[in-house]
């Protein structure tokens, strides 16, 4: 039996979107496959790393766990059209002074996971940054050059340097 197609017409990054979908397909995978923005990764496949983390009107979510047909009429958005958009220009940045990455596989995530927590304002506590990404697992840094990155944005936002 043929897979079940689905017609959906959606936002990408601010462009509007028409395809044509397998239901069974998840948004992580139409993503990368169908649209070609393979800046979201695909680590676990279950729900668990945080790696295929994209916003889905204004919110993260898993890509994996969410189908794309789900996503019909929805905002969609990736770790290309943010930073595309110069929204975590200082993140990326940071990151990068502060080695916050090494094979980069977690970083779309965590930085769009990162950005969730700082676009509420203020200046979250390092144990409050530990809290909000333990969704994003890092197989490379150990995470405390990531919390430092976070916390100096967060910092620098408020108008102080760090
Ligand atoms: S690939 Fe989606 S949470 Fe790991
Ligand atoms: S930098 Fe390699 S998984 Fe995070």
Redesign the pocket.
Known sequence: MSPRVIDIALSVNGEPVRESVEARKTLVDFLREDLGLTGSHVGCEHGVCG?CTVRVDGVIVRGCLMLAVQCDGARVETIEGVSDAGEIADLQEAFHRRN????????PG?LLTAQELLRNGGVPSREEIRAHLCGN?????GYHA?VDAVEAVAHARRGGKR
């Open positions: 790696a916050a990455l090494q094979c980069g596989y977690c970083t965590m697992y890092c197989r490379c840094t990531i």
